[in-house]
Structure formats: structure tokens, C-alpha cells
């Protein structure tokens, strides 16, 4: 995450960049494993708390969709580094099923980050006439 310059330039911990990726991986994990491609409601969850906690971090919507991007990143280096023992007879499936499920993820973490700024810009927008 400190390789792009804009996520290195926010002013958080290591941990707190990469706190959700171990949850992010287990979701992708349990929606593989289960087979029907669906996401489950707890991913939809994490990704919306995901969502309004990377607001208060101070990231950009911009920033949540590099921050997929970068993670899809390291997920192909692992596979292609694995190639030789992937079973390939469902692994285009299996990878377009990984990849809605990051694009759904994202959409949801989108959607609770836009709620909790226009919410946040509302209340100072209050706040300003009420003075």
C-alpha cells in the first residue's frame, strides 16, 4: 500500500492500511468454497463498515477503488506464482467469480463511504447556519 504515493501520504498506521485484507481474503475464501458465487450478507456488512471506517481514516473514494486495485494486483502475483498447481478446469470461473465479488465489495464500501460524507457535510452545512 506504501508503494503508491497517495495511500502512503495519509497519515495512518501500517495496521490500519491493511487491518480488512485479512477479512477481504477470508470472505473471497468462504464465497469461493461455497461454490454459488454469491455474495454473502456479512461480506456486504464488512464491506460497508469498511466503507464508513476508511472515511473517518480520511481516504478518497478514488483511494478505496486503488486500494482494490492493488489488492487484485497481489492476489494475480500469488496465483500466477501458483499457475503450475491451479486446477484450471474451474479456474476462469472461479476468477470471474473473485472478481464480481471484489467489484460488488467495492460498490457497497463506495456507497456507506458517499452516506457517511454527505451526512458529515450536511451536519456542517447545519452547523454553518445556525451561527
Do not use: C, W
Not at 481474503?25 to 454469491?38: D, I, K, Y
Request: proline fraction near 3%; charged fraction near 25%.
Amino acid at each position: 500500500m506504501l508503494s503508491n504515493p497517495e495511500l502512503a501520504a495519509l497519515r495512518i498506521k501500517d495496521e490500519q492500511r491493511i487491518e480488512d485484507i485479512p477479512h477481504i481474503l477470508a470472505e473471497l475464501v468462504a464465497m469461493l468454497e461455497l461454490g454459488s458465487g454469491e455474495v454473502l450478507q456479512s461480506t456486504l456488512r464488512g464491506a460497508e463498515q469498511r466503507g464508513r471506517k476508511r472515511y473517518q481514516l480520511g481516504y478518497t473514494a478514488p483511494l478505496l477503488a486503488t486500494q482494490v486495485r492493488i489488492l487484485e494486483r497481489a492476489i494475480y502475483d500469488v496465483i500466477h506464482k501458483n499457475l503450475p498447481s491451479v486446477n484450471l478446469s474451474f479456474f476462469m470461473f472461479e476468477l470471474k467469480q473473485l472478481n464480481e465479488s471484489l467489484a460488488i465489495q467495492l460498490e457497497h464500501t463506495i456507497k456507506a463511504y458517499m452516506d457517511v460524507a454527505t451526512r458529515s457535510q450536511s451536519g456542517q452545512q447545519e452547523s454553518g447556519h445556525q451561527t
